[in-house]
T-cell receptor, first 114, second 111 residues
């Protein structure tokens, strides 16, 4: 069966500090991978998605970046965090290929920027 | 662009039936998903509709009308554990499975 891991589970970082969140998927190959952010009182916002190693599409311009160094690894980074970066960050995967496949979410990372 | 509307909150009593509506305007349509999200947890997949009509899955059913840009999630025999946020999401781009989510409907089930 497939599982998706995210770490850390919670993070408190000062403004201006760097960020690295990691997501890995087990039990599947060639998944589509996604990073979402859920801010308080707002819906899930798609940040990045990737259909393969080294392929990243950005949905929203911001101070965040994403990388996919391996097939089942997806990393979200920032060089300098802003207060507005606080939120619940969710990684998700879906089967590559047909667009009808549902997305499965990881447990999330709750980030507080102080 | 894409716009998805859902009620912010709903309340219902245990054992009752509740219908959560979702309307959408999207550039292209490739399916509509419903997810359940308990407080502090990740969303979990409930249902998927790509053709008009009703999809039934146990106590949960989802309906889609593409011509009206409308869907609803029907929850029967409500239980306390059904208290959660219910997210409507639309897939509007062909070739990729990116989703646009609504802000979610917080459902509170009381005894």
């Amino acid at each position: 069966s497939q599982t998706i891991h995210q770490w850390p589970a919670t993070l408190v970082q000062p403004v201006g500090s760097p960020l690295s969140l990691e997501c890995t998927v087990e039990g599947t190959s060639n998944p589509n991978l996604y990073w979402y952010r859920q801010a308080a009182g707002r819906g899930l916002q798609l940040l990045f998605y990737s259909v393969g190693i080294g392929q990243i599409s950005s949905e929203v311009p911001q101070n965040l970046s994403a990388s996919r160094p391996q097939d089942r690894q997806f990393i979200l980074s920032s060089k300098k965090l802003l207060l507005s970066d606080s939120g619940f960050y969710l990684c998700a995967w879906s089967r590559g290929g047909a667009p009808s496949y549902e997305q499965y979410f990881g447990p999330g990372t709750r980030l507080t920027v102080t | 662009g894409q716009n998805i509307d859902q009620p912010t909150e709903m309340t219902a009593t245990e054992g009752a039936i509740v219908q959560i509506n979702c309307t959408y305007q999207t550039s292209g349509f490739n399916g509509l998903f419903w997810y359940q999200q308990h407080a502090g947890e990740a969303p979990t997949f409930l249902s998927y509709n790509v053709l008009d009509g009703l999809e039934e899955k146990g106590r949960f059913s989802s309906f889609l009308s593409r011509s009206k840009g409308y869907s609803y999630l029907l929850l029967k025999e409500l239980q306390m554990k059904d208290s959660a946020s219910y997210l409507c999401a639309v897939k509007g781009k062909r070739g990729y499975s990116t989703l646009t989510f609504g802000k979610g409907t917080m459902l509170l089930v009381s005894p």
